[in-house]
T-cell receptor
């Protein structure tokens, strides 16, 4: 059973470009969570999605950031018009249910904005 | 607002020592608490999950305890090895899906 997959592992963008980060949850998991780890800071929650639904986006910046988890295919975190402050490691996690279950993390995507 | 604190921020020990990492949280209304390990430049590996109704969980040389009423958890590592060197993260899960993380304890085990 493959773990949580994220791609790309490393992404370099210039200021103003768009960044698309993909996350494929573990088989049988229908809940996806995105977290961000800024340099020298801890992991912060961004958004929680189930298939085709955003459940909690309280940690996601209101502008330029969006997330989706379509019925088919991976979850996508999209950052439009990236700025240097978006440089960070973005981690995706998945769980089979919401209540009480472990979250399993992917290897992360390291975004560098030049 | 839930806040998670981990003490110490960094710890260096000689190989073979038993050690304790501490995690405290401000709001006892949690569903569970999870301990993770993160190696430099890597993702997170789940070590132990303690449900709010449990007092402790064990896996190999690791033992995690939870005292929800006092807002504390400890991760005990027995007979530490150089391969245990990593950052250890504690995260609590309040109502809803998100995890709230501490800043981590960076552990170095010297041969």
């Amino acid at each position: 059973n493959a773990g949580v997959m994220q791609n790309p592992r490393h992404l370099v963008r210039r200021r103003g470009q768009e960044a698309r980060l993909r996350c494929s949850p573990m088989k049988g998991h229908s809940h996806v969570y995105w977290y961000r780890q800024l340099p020298e800071e801890g992991l912060k929650f961004m958004v929680y999605l189930q298939k085709e639904n955003i459940i909690d986006e309280s940690g996601m910046p209101k502008e330029r950031f969006s997330a989706e988890f379509p019925k088919e295919g991976p979850s996508i975190l999209r950052i439009q018009q990236v700025v240097r402050g978006d440089s960070a490691a973005y981690f995706c996690a998945s769980s089979p249910r919401n209540d009480y279950n472990e979250q399993f993390f992917g290897p992360g995507t390291r975004l560098t904005v030049l | 607002k839930q806040e998670v604190t981990q003490i110490p921020a960094a710890l260096s020990v000689p190989e073979g020592e038993n050690l304790v990492l501490n995690c405290s949280f401000t709001d006892s209304a949690i569903y569970n608490l999870q301990w993770f390990r993160q190696d430099p430049g890597k993702g997170l590996t789940s070590l132990l999950l303690i449900q709010s109704s449990q007092r402790e969980q064990t896996s190999g040389r690791l033992n995690a305890s939870l005292d929800k009423s006092s807002g504390r958890s400890t991760l005990y590592i027995a007979a530490s090895q150089p391969g245990d060197s990593a950052t250890y993260l504690c995260a609590v899960r309040p109502q809803g899906g998100k995890l709230i993380f501490g800043q981590g304890t960076e552990l170095s085990v010297k041969p």
